[in-house]
């Protein structure tokens, strides 16, 4: 089975500071593995994903992650936040169950970024 | 863009009654799926599908049934409803090659008195 751990439940920054959310993820090969952000009173939407390849994957709005499989994460990363960047991150690992997908979200990283 | 509607968006009902939660989805998407999310347990897995007519247990099924019967909805009932199952629900649909990139509606929020 799958599983996903989000070790920080809450995370603050000042704005323009650089920015790392870790995740964990647990599964026997490789998964794919996806960032969401969650704005308020809002559903999830996809940063990023990654399979294969590059392990730094670059998403939406400035953000990267980079996987490593000998340590099973896959951090999310930011140069520079912005207040905007308030909400809350989601990561999930996504394997296949006879061609079908069945995606496990890890319990989110509260994000605060003061102005 | 992605579309999944979901209502209601809010709904408050008592204990030991029947609850119907909606989706729709017009992306022609083959998987959906019901998720709950709580403070402190992020997104479980509810009831999820494959195609119109199949529904699947997910990691937190109890009280819980589902219908799929087309590929646009999906339906999640609670037959008799408790105060735990307090909660906002999330639909989302998916493709069933598109490696669980999902996309969700923006939530039901559900108070049982």
């Known amino acids: 089975a799958q599983s996903v751990t989000q070790p920080d439940a809450r995370v603050t920054v000042s704005e323009g500071a650089s920015l790392q959310l870790r995740c964990k993820y647990s599964y026997s090969a490789t998964p794919y593995l996806f960032w969401y952000v969650q704005y308020p009173r809002q559903g999830l939407q996809m940063l990023l994903k990654?399979?294969?390849?590059?392990?730094v994957v670059q998403g939406v709005n400035g953000f990267e992650a980079e996987f490593s499989k000998s340590d099973s994460s896959f951090h999310l990363r930011k140069a520079s936040v912005h207040w905007s960047d308030s909400a809350v991150y989601f990561c999930a690992v996504s394997a296949t169950s006879g061609g079908n997908y069945k995606p496990t979200f890890g319990k989110g990283t509260s994000l605060v970024v003061h102005p | 863009e992605a579309a999944v509607t979901q209502s209601p968006r809010n709904k408050v009902a008592v204990t030991g009654g029947k609850v119907t939660l909606s989706c729709n989805q017009t992306?022609?998407?083959?998987?959906m799926y019901w998720y709950r999310q709580d403070t402190g347990h992020g997104l479980r897995l509810i009831h999820y599908?494959?195609?119109?007519?199949?529904?699947e247990k997910g990691d937190i099924p109890d009280g819980y049934k589902a219908s799929r019967p087309s590929q646009e909805n999906f339906s999640l009932i609670l037959e008799l409803a408790t105060p735990s199952q307090t909660s906002v629900y999330f639909c989302?649909?998916?493709?069933?090659?598109?490696?669980?990139?999902?996309?969700f509606g923006e939530g039901s929020k559900l108070t049982v008195l």
């Open positions: 599908s494959y195609g119109a007519g199949s529904t």
């Open positions: 992306n022609n998407h083959n998987n």
């Open positions: 989302a649909s998916g493709t069933r090659k598109n490696t669980g990139q999902l996309y």
């Open positions: 990654y399979y294969s390849g590059d392990p």
